[in-house]
Antibody, heavy 120, light 106 residues
Framework: EVQLLQSGGGLVQPGGSLRLSCAAS????????MGWVRQAPGKGLEWVSGSSSNGANTYYADSVEGRFTISRDNSRNILYLQMNSLRAEDTAVYYCARRGSGSPSPFDYWGQGTLVTVSS | EIVMTQSPATLSMSPGERATLSCRASQSVSSNVAWYLQKPGQAPRLLIY???TRATGVPARFSGSGSGTEFTLTISSLQSEDFAVYYCQQYHNWWAFGQGTKVEIK
């Protein structure tokens, strides 16, 4: 069974940093591209970042470019999102998601989500 | 940047009725469109990909159509568990979501 178990959310002050983790199981993690999607309170879904299967290629939405870094440890089956210079508008539930096999593909499995609150 | 626009924002329907949700892309995305269902407090669930292919385990009452810039999700007979928010997504060029359509009980 495919599972994506997230951790690392919480309350952080504006300008602060936070790292999210997404532990994958039930599939060969190193062969799948992965991504992060967020959802501000009461709002819709916003794609944030993506990583190729080997981590060599990474992609970011304009809203987080230069502040967020996606990475992965394929030996431990973990996806990360390092978030720096956080702003109030980064407050959201963050989801990690697996991109389906083949290219292009949508996100076929999602983590449970983790809340990040940026506030003083 | 490809922008996805969904309509209507809210659809008030009764159980058993047919629901039709629309999604328009700002430029052609071929058939690289997916539909997701999201219930409160839950992660989105993939329903349809490649514009018209149902994901594993998705009931046959859900169907998708379209290509290029115009896409439709149809729910042939609404069940109680179908009242939720639906998002379209293009994955032709990176990824982008529509703003969502809420299907509510009339």
């Amino acid at each position: 069974e495919v599972q994506l178990l997230q951790s690392g959310g919480g309350l952080v002050q504006p300008g602060g940093s936070l790292r999210l983790s997404c532990a994958a199981s039930g599939f060969t993690f190193s062969t799948y591209a992965m991504g992060w999607v967020r959802q501000a309170p009461g709002k819709g879904l916003e794609w944030v970042s993506g990583s190729s299967s080997n981590g060599a290629n990474t992609y970011y939405a304009d809203s987080v470019e230069g502040r967020f870094t996606i990475s992965r440890d394929n030996s431990r089956n973990i996806l990360y999102l390092q978030m720096n210079s956080l702003r109030a508008e980064d407050t959201a539930v963050y989801y990690c998601a697996r991109r389906g096999s083949g290219s292009p593909s949508p996100f076929d499995y999602w983590g449970q989500g983790t809340l990040v609150t940026v506030s003083s | 940047e490809i922008v996805m626009t969904q309509s209507p924002a809210t659809l008030s329907m009764s159980p058993g009725e047919r629901a039709t949700l629309s999604c328009r892309a700002s430029q052609s995305v071929s058939s690289n469109v997916a539909w997701y269902l999201q219930k409160p407090g839950q992660a989105p669930r993939l329903l349809i990909y490649d514009a018209s292919t149902r994901a594993t385990g998705v009931p046959a009452r859900f169907s998708g159509s379209g290509s290029g810039t115009e896409f439709t999700l149809t729910i042939s007979s609404l069940q109680s568990e179908d009242f939720a928010v639906y998002y379209c997504q293009q994955y032709h060029n990176w990824w982008a979501f529509g703003q969502g359509t809420k299907v509510e009980i009339k």
